[in-house]
């Protein structure tokens, strides 16, 4: 997501230019690719001017909707990842709050930040994942 909001002006960027770029494989690619258009987070076109761009500008994308759309559920332990906890163990589990509280900070910090504060700060974590 980075890569296409610097990249991506008004023309639509190559998953191999991005793939090099990033240096990850355009197969691995083109599966985080589809789970981003799947979420809608961007807009793909075909043919030989094709490739893909931001559906939004970088201000209206939080890092934490990103990161669910190609991650799936953040929380940090199975049992709050699905929408109704049917632990058994739940009411009993004396670990549960602080997972719930863990879970409930890192979704406020991730929604304050968006793809453009990345892009101001020149943030580019290094030996790690792209956004």
């Known amino acids: 997501m980075i890569d296409l909001a610097r990249h991506a002006q008004h023309e639509p ?4 230019g991005i793939a090099e770029r990033q240096n990850i494989t355009s197969k691995y690619m ?8 799947r979420h809608e987070l961007l807009i793909s076109s ?47 589990c004396s670990t549960l709050p602080l997972w719930k509280g863990l879970e409930l900070v890192v979704k406020d910090y991730l929604e304050k930040v968006t793809l453009a504060d990345i892009l101001e700060r020149g943030e580019r974590p290094e030996n790690c994942a792209s956004l």
């Not at 960027?13 to 191999?16: A, C, G, K, V």
């Open 46 to 92: 075909r043919g030989k001017m094709g490739g893909y761009r931001l559906s939004r500008s970088p201000e209206e994308y939080t890092v934490y909707e990103i990161l669910c759309a190609a991650e799936g559920a953040l929380a940090p332990v199975q049992c709050l990842s699905v929408q109704v906890n049917t632990c058994p163990l739940q009411d009993q």
């Open 13 to 16: 960027i190559s998953l191999r």
């Open 30 to 37: 083109e599966g985080i690719m589809a789970l981003l258009l």
